[in-house]
């Protein structure tokens, strides 16, 4: 279904929208505020569209309608995406009062309102009977751990519910990106999650080049892939250590967190921070790249590949491991598509999608072919995954550097953004889908910033995914997850 | 039987001197003198305002960064028409306040070797916890040097804080700080634990950790490096 079929069918409802199609794959739909409902349940049953979020923006207001706080209005968003196709639906709606509830059509719609209401009213849940207990963890954890709030909900062994309060971090940094100018932005969004520092980066490039509809050259496009496949590995690397450091097999555990160290140190090598901070700018990028560069890339892989094949094959062969992670934590695949999971978390789980196929950025169309999905959506399926990826990430690095054939020379233009223009990004970060929407605004700024951060609706397949498995597997489950404390409270 | 063929084939992966010269690591931004012609593109750069540039008696500016407050993104060096900036990599930064330097006393007259330590996270972008757990593994193995981090604040003789300070933790923070006993430290790690970094002005920050809790050690960066927090501890615990 194409964006104009998507038209047509809905001008064929008698709707009366006024619609615009934006950087040709956005589509904005104007609508009422009593439509929203009616049109949430086609999206969702008869264009079988992704929902991916709501969000509010503030508008100035214009004639006829009634004035809100301060001379603006509000204006809800709620955006759908078309995978088969690439393309994004946003309808929107002014409304005077609160947002109007998708909760029985869209489960994570929930999480959304909450954050536009401003209601962070809660109430922990009780349990009663016999051997029920509950054990609250957080926020401050034991070991080296972001802050949040875990309340187990425990029947004698098995956990009966699992409520998790997040927002401890939250420093207001959608608010935040409104005050610096456009130029330097990108390091207040490669500081949104440490962890994804060059995907954020990326998001915000990709975002600018949207809006001012350029293109940067093939070089460049690879190396910004080498950039976040590298940044994929250390990751997938921590991950995997983490796990088997959870199971207690110390051995798997401590080699990987080395080779996540050489994969630190080698990013330090080539872009002269071990978070690759700072390295992908709009228009281009701010490394010099060379031969000498390359080869380092290329030798130090070609050393750690094998190695991390035989440990991922070591821990694979042993009983003791796959003892704890078969079966464990299961997300059903009808459960990973309510609560609207992406990533590796949703793949294993039998969710064929990826960022990196569907809406492909940079070089990914040449690189990237098929998604790699498993589906019993356990423990073990997401470690099989991320092994898997881990692979990947080997290759598509391997295969970026082949399109680098000359010397790059860092390149750090000016951006000037004129009023009232809007995109939407969406990056495939090493959680899952990130979506970003821009408006620019007055002084080569942007008025509004909205992250849909991936780990904002996967944490809540983990509440899923504890049900009936004990206490102690929870840090296992948890550790595979390995959702992001801070770019979920931003 | 696997482990022990691949730990006889690869050897010990753990490096004898972990504060090697790391010539690829960022550091200090030093100035050179008497070039500055008070242009102020650095300063209209720096998204924290570490750059002051003081102009003296005989029109010489000398341009000063505060490393404490730099979040090391090296645009003021890139943009430097003159290029009197110049990123050195002498990760070797961090200082004891002058409240650290009695309470090192203090504490090393008791226990010589060790030093425990508990994280808490008020709010960093995670890159902070991310150096603190690369610590452990096997490269710079913290835990021979007798710097170990325990789950409970009781244990612990100091308390390691990266991020700024939210409104959410900064209840969650002291009750910590008081559940410690006495004498206690206090480490800053990152530029925004200390003076609040990129994140300073945000609605949902509470304050800078400097204003809560007395801080006896500062660890500059953004994130620091293992090496920059190792040589930050080693220098606590007077090993140098």
Same mark, same amino acid.
């Given at each position: 279904m194409k964006i104009e079929d998507t038209i047509n069918s809905l001008k064929e409802l008698n709707f009366d929208l006024k619609y615009e199609v934006k950087n040709n794959n956005e589509l904005y739909v104007r609508i009422k505020a009593e439509q929203i409902r009616k049109i949430a349940l086609i999206c969702i049953d008869v264009f079988k569209f992704n929902y991916i979020c709501e969000f509010t923006t503030e508008r100035e207001n214009s004639e006829g309608e009634k004035p809100t706080i301060e001379g603006k209005e509000s204006i809800v968003n709620c955006m759908f995406s078309n995978s088969k196709q690439g393309y994004y639906v946003i309808w929107s709606y002014i409304t005077q009062k609160k947002p109007i509830s998708l909760q029985n059509l869209i489960s994570q719609s929930r999480l959304f309102q909450r954050e536009i209401n401003n209601d962070f009213d809660y109430k922990v849940k009780e349990v009663s009977g016999?051997?029920?207990?509950?054990?609250? +963890?957080?926020? +401050?954890?034991?070991?080296? #751990?972001?802050? !949040?709030?875990?309340?187990?909900?425990?029947? !004698?062994?098995? #956990?009966?519910?699992?409520?998790?309060?997040?927002?401890?971090?939250?420093?207001?940094?959608?608010?935040? =990106?409104?005050? %610096?100018?456009?130029?330097?932005?990108?390091?207040?969004?490669?500081?949104? *999650? !440490?962890? *994804?520092?060059v995907a954020y980066g990326e998001a915000y490039a990709l975002l600018v080049e949207k809006l001012l509809n350029k293109e940067v050259g093939k070089e460049i496009k690879a190396l910004r892939i080498v950039l976040l496949e590298l940044e994929?590995?250390?990751?997938?690397?921590?991950?995997?250590?983490? #796990?088997?450091?959870?199971? !207690?097999? *110390?051995?798997?555990?401590?080699?990987?967190?080395?080779? *996540?160290e050489v994969i630190h140190q080698l990013c330090e090598r080539v872009t002269g921070s071990r978070f690759m901070r700072n390295g992908i700018v709009p228009f281009g990028i701010n490394i010099d790249f060379n031969e000498k560069k390359k080869k380092d890339i290329i030798d130090t892989l070609q050393s750690l590949k094998a190695r991390v094949n035989s440990i991922i094959k070591m821990s694979l062969n042993a009983v003791s491991f796959l003892d704890r992670v078969e079966d464990t934590g299961i997300v059903s695949s009808a459960m990973a598509k309510k609560f609207c999971m992406t990533g590796v978390v949703a793949r294993a789980s039998n969710l064929k999608y990826d960022v990196r196929v569907k809406f492909p950025y940079e070089l990914y169309k040449e690189i990237k072919k098929d998604i790699n999905i498993e589906t019993?959506?356990? +423990?073990?399926?997401?470690?099989?995954?991320?092994? =898997?990826?881990?692979?990947?990430?080997?290759?598509? +690095?391997?295969?970026?550097?082949?399109? %680098?054939?000359?010397? #790059?020379?860092?390149?750090?233009?000016?951006? =000037?953004?004129?009023?009232?223009?809007?995109?939407i990004v969406s990056v495939e970060t090493v959680k899952g889908e990130l979506v970003v929407y821009g408006l620019t605004g007055k002084d080569n700024k942007f008025s509004r910033i909205f992250f849909k951060t991936p780990s904002f609706t996967n944490w809540t397949g983990m509440t899923e995914a504890v049900l009936g498995e004990i206490v102690p597997d929870f840090p296992l489950i948890n550790k595979s997850f390995n959702m992001s404390y801070s770019e979920n409270d931003r | 039987m696997n482990n022990i063929f691949d730990r006889i084939k690869y050897g010990t992966e753990t490096i004898k001197d972990p504060l090697y010269n790391n010539e690829f690591s960022y550091g200090k931004i030093v100035a050179s003198e008497n070039i500055c012609n008070n242009c102020r593109a650095c300063m209209s750069v720096c998204t924290v305002g570490a750059i002051t540039i003081n102009t003296g008696d005989n029109d010489e500016n000398t341009v000063s960064i505060d490393n404490k407050k730099c979040i090391y993104c090296r645009n003021c060096v890139d943009i430097c028409p003159k290029s009197v900036l110049e990123m050195t990599s002498d990760y070797k930064?961090?200082?004891? @306040?002058?409240?650290?330097?009695?309470?090192? @006393?203090?504490?090393?007259?008791?226990? &010589?070797?060790?030093?425990?330590?508990?994280?808490?996270?008020?709010?960093?972008?995670?890159?902070?916890m991310s150096e603190l757990s690369a610590l452990h593994n096997t490269f710079y193995d913290i835990s021979r040097y007798g710097i170990n981090v325990v789950p409970s604040p009781r244990h612990a003789d100091g308390l390691v804080v990266a991020g700024v300070v939210t409104k959410n933790m900064k209840e969650a923070l002291e009750k910590t700080y008081y559940a410690m006993a006495e004498p206690k430290i206090v480490i800053a790690v990152g530029s925004c634990a200390f003076n609040g970094g990129i994140f300073k002005d945000?609605?949902?920050?509470?304050?800078?950790? &400097?204003? $809560?809790? /007395?801080?006896?050690?500062? $660890? /500059?960066g953004c994130p620091p490096s293992p090496q920059a927090i190792l040589f930050g501890l080693f220098k606590l615990m007077d090993k140098i």
């Open positions: 016999t051997d029920a207990y509950q054990i609250a +963890v957080g926020p +401050v954890h034991a070991g080296i #751990i972001e802050p !949040g709030h875990f309340r187990f909900s425990v029947m !004698g062994e098995p #956990i009966e519910n699992l409520e998790i309060r997040l927002m401890y971090k939250h420093r207001g940094i959608e608010k935040l =990106c409104e005050d %610096i100018n456009a130029n330097l932005l990108n390091l207040m969004f490669e500081r949104v *999650s !440490g962890e *994804s520092t994929r590995m250390y990751n997938y690397m921590d991950d995997l250590g983490g #796990i088997a450091n959870d199971v !207690g097999y *110390s051995y798997v555990a401590k080699k990987f967190g080395y080779f *996540s019993k959506g356990g +423990v073990f399926e997401r470690y099989k995954l991320k092994a =898997c990826e881990l692979k990947d990430a080997f290759n598509f +690095v391997e295969k970026a550097l082949t399109y %680098i054939n000359k010397d #790059i020379k860092r390149d750090k233009q000016e951006i =000037c953004l004129s009023e009232g223009l809007e995109a | 930064m961090s200082e004891l @306040e002058l409240v650290g330097e009695k309470l090192r @006393e203090k504490i090393y007259k008791i226990y &010589k070797r060790s030093l425990v330590l508990r994280v808490v996270d008020t709010g960093s972008c995670n890159a902070c945000g609605d949902g920050v509470y304050d800078v950790l &400097k204003n $809560i809790l /007395p801080v006896d050690l500062v $660890i /500059p």
